[in-house]
């Protein structure tokens, strides 16, 4: 009787909240909750967005991401915001620094797990634009902004709250550092 009651209601519960399931290794993996965002999403945020199109391009023949409902033709990335508007990043083969916070672990990688050459975005400072976002994952395989820079905040389809994750990675000391390198008033 419970599992005909979790079936009809399931449906219900979907719609008044809509869950999203993570299988990548870019968050930990488990049931996320999909919430609008209000203003522009800040360091340390986890939120759901499109890929810039050249890098959903790579993502797709790489098969990074499946093919799914964003402009570039994939199905979105679930990352921390890294940075936002007015934020300076630099990066660099060390890192990258978020506004004078070095954070070393950080660095892109030459090559992805094939061997295949990755191009990295370019080393350099950078001032993050006002509808501008900087993606980003602790997990040293992930697809992010090292690697194809900025997002539009148009893009974001979302914030993703955890709601039943694995421990897998440091999420929660990521957002920490991140937001004590870029706090907001």
């Known amino acids: ?17 809509p869950l999203r399931i993570n299988t990548s290794s ?39 991401l499946d093919p799914g409902p964003c402009p570039g033709g994939t199905k979105p990335l679930g990352k921390l915001v890294l940075a936002a508007g007015g934020d300076r990043v630099e990066l660099s083969a060390a890192g ?33 634009g006002a509808q501008e976002l900087w993606l980003f994952s602790p997990h040293h395989r992930s697809f992010d902004s090292r690697y194809f820079g900025p997002v539009s905040t148009q ?7 955890p709601l039943l994750v694995l421990p897998s990675l440091p999420i929660g000391r990521w957002t920490a550092i991140l937001r004590s390198c870029a706090p907001r008033s």
């Open 26 to 64: 870019s968050l930990p993996r488990g049931l996320y909750l999909l919430e609008p965002v209000r203003g522009t999403p800040y360091p340390g945020e986890i939120v759901l967005a499109c890929p810039p199109p050249a890098a959903a391009a790579v993502a797709l023949a790489r098969r990074y």
């Open 1 to 17: 009787m419970a599992v005909l009651g979790a079936a009809l209601a399931a449906p219900l519960v979907v719609r008044l909240a």
């Open 155 to 161: 893009n974001v389809i979302g914030g993703l709250r």
């Open 96 to 128: 990258i620094t978020l506004n004078g916070c070095a954070l070393r672990a950080a660095s892109s990688l030459p090559t992805d797990s094939r061997g295949r050459r990755l191009a990295r975005y370019p080393a350099g400072v950078y001032r993050v």
